[in-house]
């Protein structure tokens, strides 16, 4: 019962959720009133444009940061009646991130990168190395557990950087902006990765997007404007 329970559960509920920040005397509202479910398995194009809050929302549905009103819940669980410790790791366990900028450890070797998560979560150092491993060959880059990120084409760090994501198999990934720093053709590349390695996998994404013809690759637009969710899309661009 419990199994089934679980997989009808909405992997996020988002409910109220309200963010403003000061600004000399006054108070700007960021996010007003945001509400939303997330099913687990599905593939979310959060939209809006530059400064919509995009950012602030996932870091919101990730507890880095904290609503003024309204709660989000991750797989049934408040994350407004945790405290930091357990933020931290429910984070590990089932949170993946992917990044602009990469966000890869210059000082650690492409292996370290890949591993930490599962390194933070106690995993033996053999485990480790296997998984490792085997996440290197699915982002197509074999054999290079001792290269330093710097090494590395954008589109490899970016590749490294997924393979981080989801090493400890985490339920729900938040990317922002992933293909952002890359050219073009290196962000379809980084795309096609993403997609290939969500297909059948029962993970839930959300990524951040400017671009139209990744928004319907997914099976759902969030759309932000001024703060709140919208259907308004015609400013997305190719
Ligand atoms: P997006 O990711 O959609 O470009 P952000 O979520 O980064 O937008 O930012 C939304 C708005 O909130 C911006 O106007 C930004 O300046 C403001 N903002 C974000 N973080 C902070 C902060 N820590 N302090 C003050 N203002 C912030
Ligand atoms: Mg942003």
Request: aromatic residues 4%.
């Amino acid at each position: 019962m419990e199994s089934t329970h679980q997989a009808l559960m909405p992997i996020l509920a988002v409910a109220g959720i309200g963010k403003s920040y000061a600004e000399g005397h006054q108070r700007r509202t960021v996010l007003a009133d945001i509400g939303f479910e997330v099913a687990r398995g599905e593939c979310i194009a959060l939209v809006g444009q530059s400064g919509s809050g995009k950012s602030t929302l996932l870091n919101l549905l990730a507890g880095i940061d904290k609503p003024d009103t309204g709660d989000v819940e991750i797989m049934g669980r408040s994350l407004g009646a945790m405290g930091e410790p357990e933020l931290t790791l429910l984070r590990r366990k089932h949170i993946g991130f992917i990044y602009q900028f990469f966000n890869l450890i210059p000082t650690l070797t492409l292996a370290e990168n890949i591993g930490l998560p599962l390194e933070l979560n106690g995993a033996p150092a053999r485990q480790r190395r296997d998984r490792v491993r085997d996440w290197l060959a699915k982002v197509g880059l074999d054999g290079r557990e001792g290269a330093f990120p710097d090494e590395l084409s954008g589109g490899e760090q970016q590749r490294v950087a997924i393979a981080r994501a989801l090493i400890h198999e985490p339920a729900l990934v938040l990317a922002d902006e992933p293909t952002g720093n890359l050219d073009a053709r290196t962000g379809q590349i980084v795309l096609e990765l993403l997609a290939h390695l969500f297909r059948d996998e029962g993970r839930t994404l959300i990524l951040v997007t400017h671009s139209r013809k990744v928004s319907e690759i997914t099976d759902r637009i969030l759309a932000l404007d001024n703060g709140r969710l919208s259907s308004n899309t015609e400013w997305l661009s190719w």
